[in-house]
């Protein structure tokens, strides 16, 4: 019996010592970007990105494919409650983090391909109609 009164006491112990601002925020986001304007020029070709506002520290654009564009929150999956865990740079389609050195492939669902980082970056849901990409969660 004392066994269990332990083992009880441990896991709430353990429970309790969770840091709870270890996620990304949930915050809401509606935008909608007209992308045949000259400020998004840069999403003409497939496999550019953008950056823009939104979402929890801002929100990449990627162009994958023909009409089909992925956007992901810049709030980095590793420790995101740092003021310096955001998505700082991409090469290709690889998003990096300069604060922990995590690296995310964007043309693979945000997952993580390098870094301390086990988590993939938060995605937005996106569709195309009429030259309007609108960005949703």
Known sequence: M???ILSIYLIVFFISCVDKNNYIRDVYVNIEIP???PEYS???AI???IFITGGVKGILIYHSNVNDYRAFDRNCSYEPS????FIDSVNSTIASCSCCTSMFLIDQDGIPANGPALLPLKEYRTTLSGGIL???N
């Open 47 to 49: 496999g550019n990105t």
């Open 35 to 37: 992308i045949n304007q």
């Open 2 to 4: 004392n066994k269990v």
């Open 82 to 85: 740092s003021d310096c865990a």
């Open 134 to 136: 609108k960005i949703k």
């Open 42 to 44: 840069d999403l003409d």
